[in-house]
Every structure is written in structure tokens, then in C-alpha cells.
């Protein structure tokens, strides 16, 4: 059966790695960035006239609607959605919080994902198959690290709504799932200080970061159908730093 | 790049992490002296010293550093 795979954040190296994974001929990819789609686009070679491209800004409610509303109308509602996207995380004392720039890493978070899931969950429901999965941290597990409140805040949304989903769309079938990786070395870390990457891979039990080859097999797999009686999981993938 | 120059930045450079601008370091101050002073603040300090001083720790460079005295002869062995 052919799969359409909405994926928010798709520019992300997860999201182009993950296209590569699991698309196969049949499928639609329907891919979001914001300003950087022209990173899909060594991705046609493989996927073709499949691969839908969308540059919209999730910070802001009008494109997102505008975005939803063409899925709809030119393609229905998706098989699987995933959601990957927030803004670089910001490490500052909660003294110094931007309730400004919160509010736009939670419209990017929490609020495009919801609406998304709020216009097509239903139609996945009643179809009785679905994948839904988001991207968390590992910062999710046990206690959180210090300076990184908007973050932490914004990604417990995410998980709420993960949660919640999965325990209303089960008995349609659908799953709703979450990956919790460790610090993982891609683009997202373009504003981090070495030393603090460094640091991150000496404090791992492995050595070493995430990479996107131990991620996107994971998302691959809670994606799949073999997946089916999974739902509601918090994937760790950390190396055994936390879970 | 003289030691003075380099000790104003580096205690500037605590009083903002630690947000009290009455600390006053001494080189013989630890981890213990400074409650807020854990792993993570002290790549926060790393970080911004980096920044300040234009130059670039390696991490076996800073795991170990006893106290400021010995943080401080880095920076300068560092800028010169």
C-alpha cells in the first residue's frame, strides 16, 4: 500500500535522512522547511514528482493554516505524519527567559503539530491506520539540565500531545509515538561552542553523540507496520546516558 | 595580553555566570568556594572566556583544572 508521509522540519539532517529511509516508489513525500528547501533537493534524484516541497513558517498561525488547507485539498489526509522542527535551543538562566522567542519555538513545537494532528488525526482515525511520531530530547528523562527551561517546557508540550493522541487514536489504530535522542551532532547544533558538544560525547557512556545514522532507523522502525502494537512509546536513544 | 587584564575578564566573566557582581576571585579559588560552580557552569564559564579571549579550550585542556589560578595561566598560554 502506498504511504503519503507529511514531515515537518523534513530540511532537518533527520528529515532528508529519513525521506532516504523510508520512501518507496508509490509513496508521497509532502516535506516542510522554512527557507530551506533547496536541501531536498538532491532527494528528487530518488523520490521524483513524489517529493512535495512546502516552505512555510511555523512560527506564524496564517501560513500553517494555509499550508494544512493545501495538503488537504490537493492530497487528503496523510498515512503518516512527522514532526520534527523547533529553533536552536537557547541555554540562558531563567532569568533572562524571551517570552518572545518561546512563544514562536512553541508555535514551531507544539502548535504546528497540534493543528496538524487536529486536521488530519480524524481522517487517519476513520481510514483505521495512521503513524504519528515527533522528535522529544533525552533532556525528557529523569531530571532535566539547568538553562534550558523554554526548551524543556515547549518539548513536554509536544509530549502531552504525543501522549494524549496516542491514548484517543489506539482504537482506530493509529500509533503515536516520540525518539528521545541524545545530543545529536547535525546542522542543530551550528550555535553550540564546541566544548559544549565535546563535553556532551566525553559524558556519554559510549564516547560519543547521537548521529543521524542511530536515529532515523528507530523513527524508521516506529514508522513501519510492524510497529502497529507500539504506540505511546518515548524512545530513548542515548547510549545509555539516560533512559 | 597582561595577567591583570586577563583576571578582570575572567572574574567579569564569573560575576555575570553566577549573577553576583560582588564575587571576588583569588587564584586559589575551587568549586567549593562558588555553590552555583557545577560541570555545566563550568563550560558556561569555558564558553564565555572562550568567546572574550578569542581563543579555543580542548576539553583535556579544561577537564581537570584545579582551581581559577590554573584556569587563568591557561587563557594566557592561550592569548598570548
Known amino acids: 500500500m502506498p504511504y503519503t508521509y507529511l514531515i515537518t522540519g523534513a530540511t532537518s ?16 513525500i509532502l516535506a516542510q522547511g522554512a527557507g530551506d528547501l533547496e536541501r531536498l533537493e538532491p532527494l528528487r534524484a530518488l523520490c521524483g514528482d513524489s517529493l512535495h516541497l512546502f516552505d512555510v513558517d511555523l512560527t506564524k498561525e496564517a501560513p500553517l493554516s494555509d499550508f494544512i488547507e493545501t495538503i488537504r485539498r490537493e492530497f487528503g489526509a496523510p498515512t503518516h505524519i512527522v514532526h520534527l522542527p523547533a529553533l536552536r535551543v537557547i541555554n540562558t538562566k531563567f532569568r533572562n527567559f524571551d517570552e518572545q522567542r518561546f512563544l514562536l519555538d512553541f508555535n514551531v513545537q507544539v502548535m504546528s503539530a497540534l493543528r496538524i494532528c487536529k486536521a488530519f488525526l480524524p481522517a487517519m482515525m476513520k481510514a483505521k491506520f495512521g503513524r504519528v511520531l515527533f522528535m522529544l530530547t533525552d533532556y525528557l528523562i529523569g531530571v532535566p539540565p539547568k538553562n534550558t527551561t523554554a526548551y524543556i517546557v515547549a518539548k513536554n508540550a509536544l509530549r502531552g500531545l504525543a501522549r494524549s493522541l496516542a491514548t484517543e487514536a489506539a482504537p482506530a489504530g ?9 545530543m545529536m551532532e547535525t546542522r542543530f547544533l551550528t550555535d553550540t561552542p564546541d566544548l559544549i558538544v565535546e563535553a556532551s560525547a566525553a559524558a556519554n ?3 560519543r553523540n547521537a548521529r543521524v545514522e542511530d536515529v532515523v532507523p528507530a523513527m524508521a522502525f516506529l514508522l513501519s507496520d510492524e510497529a502497529g502494537f507500539i504506540s505511546g512509546a518515548e524512545l530513548p536513544i542515548t547510549g545509555g546516558a539516560r533512559y | 595580553m597582561s595577567e591583570q587584564e586577563i583576571f578582570d575578564g575572567v572574574q567579569e566573566i564569573f560575576r555575570t555566570v553566577f549573577d553576583d557582581d560582588s564575587l571576588v576571585l583569588t587564584r586559589e579559588t575551587t568549586a567549593d568556594d562558588i555553590e552555583d560552580w557545577d560541570s555545566l557552569e563550568q563550560i558556561n564559564l569555558l564558553v564565555a572566556i572562550e568567546k572574550k579571549f578569542s581563543i579555543k579550550f580542548k576539553l583535556e585542556d579544561v577537564k581537570n583544572l584545579p582551581n581559577v589560578g590554573a584556569m587563568l595561566d591557561l587563557v594566557k598560554r592561550l592569548a598570548g
Open chain 1, 13 to 28: 539532517d533527520v528529515g532528508a535522512a529519513l525521506i532516504r529511509r523510508v520512501w518507496k516508489p508509490g509513496d508521497i
Open chain 1, 174 to 182: 493509529v500509533t503515536v509515538n516520540c525518539v528521545a535522542p541524545y
Open chain 1, 205 to 207: 557512556p559510549m564516547g
